[in-house]
Structure formats: C-alpha cells, structure tokens
C-alpha cells in the first residue's frame, strides 16, 4: 500500500515558479509510477506528467511541456513537480497519484493511490 502527501503549491504571478512535493510512504513506492493530474474548477480532472519508477521515462501533457518538470527521489521516496512560467490557465488543484501499472499511465483510473491535492493559483 502507498499513502501520499502533497507539499507546495500556493498563489503566484504568472511568469513565475512553483515546486511541488509528493511524498510517499510504503514499501511499494519505489516500484510505483507516479503521476500529476490538475482540476480546474468545473473541469475534468487532467493529465500533466508522469514518471516511471525507475525514473528513466517522463511522459507530459502538451500544455506544459517545455515548462514542467517531474523528477523523483527513490531514497527521499518523494517525487517533484517543477512548474515554471506558469500561466493564469495552470490555476487548478494538483493531484499526485502512484500506479503499479505500465501503461495507460495518461489516465487518471491507472492510478490507485491519490495525494490530498494542493491548490495552485496564478495571478494575471
């Protein structure tokens, strides 16, 4: 089993960064591929990025590739979500999420374990 716990996040002008943190807890999380998903409100949740267990592949959402950045620490057991320039229209609650699961890792069913969510807000 894998619990997650969401760090980061908070208000920002646009043009500027954030770090989010996610960190796992659980003797699976090392062999788990983990995922970010953002909802905006009144929206479906969606997919930003993910990464492998390994680390070794990174997948991204169009919308933020060039600006988003996912890595992950096996020996922290936490994964990181880099966001820069960002804009009004990344404005949404971030979601981690951890997969046993090889493929479909662009869909949030993959995934069986969810952070908290945390709240990303840029200002115009």
């Known amino acids: 089993q894998v619990q997650l716990v969401q760090s980061g996040g908070g208000l920002v002008q646009a043009g500027g960064s954030l770090r989010l943190s996610c960190a796992a807890s659980?003797?699976?999380?090392?062999?788990?591929?983990i995922g970010w998903f953002q909802q905006a409100p009144g929206k479906e949740r969606e997919f930003v990025a993910f990464i492998t267990w390994t680390g070794g592949r990174t997948t991204y959402a169009d919308s933020v590739k060039g600006r988003f950045t996912v890595s992950r620490d096996n020996a922290k057991n936490t994964v990181y979500l880099q966001m820069n320039s960002l804009k009004p229209e990344d404005t949404a609650v971030y979601y981690c999420?951890?997969?046993?699961?090889?493929?479909?890792?662009?869909?949030?069913?993959?995934?069986?374990?969810w952070g908290q969510g945390t709240q990303v807000t840029v200002s115009s």
């Open positions: 999420a951890a997969s046993q699961l090889a493929y479909d890792l662009t869909y949030s069913s993959a995934y069986n374990y």
């Open positions: 659980g003797v699976a999380f090392s062999l788990s591929n």
